[in-house]
Nanobody, 122 residues
Framework: QVQLVESGGGSAQAGESLRLSCVAS????????MGWWRQQTGKEREMVAT????????YYPDAVEGRFTVSLDAAKNTLYLQIHSLKSDDTATFYC???????????????WGQGTRVTVSS
């Protein structure tokens, strides 16, 4: 059984940095894809960081490129999301997700965590 457990959310000021963590169990983080999605209130969930094949391939949408960094500690089976220069738009619930296949990731990840809430105040 795959479990993804996020942590690290909370309240922060605009301009600060925050690191989210996702501990995966029952999932081989060196294969397939893992990443982070965020859902702002009243909006659809959107992908903000993708990591496939271990650390080999990462991808970020233009909206967060340069501010978000995804990384993996394979030994701990833990995925991280470092967010720099927090903006009010980052106020959202952040979800860790995973899929054993790249195509599955593209179509919509099979596995999801429960989410961790980030609130950014200006």
């Amino acid at each position: 059984q795959v479990q993804l457990v996020e942590s690290g959310g909370g309240s922060a000021q605009a301009g600060e940095s925050l690191r989210l963590s996702c501990v995966a169990s029952g999932f081989d983080s060196n294969s397939g894809c893992m990443g982070w999605w965020r859902q702002q209130t009243g909006k659809e969930r959107e992908m903000v960081a993708t990591l496939c094949g271990g650390d080999d391939n990462t991808y970020y949408p233009d909206a967060v490129e340069g501010r978000f960094t995804v990384s993996l500690d394979a030994a701990k089976n833990t995925l991280y999301l470092q967010i720099h220069s927090l903006k009010s738009d980052d106020t959202a619930t952040f979800y860790c997700a995973a899929d054993p296949e790249v195509l599955g990731w593209v179509r919509g990840p099979k596995y999801w965590g429960q989410g961790t809430r980030v609130t950014v105040s200006s």
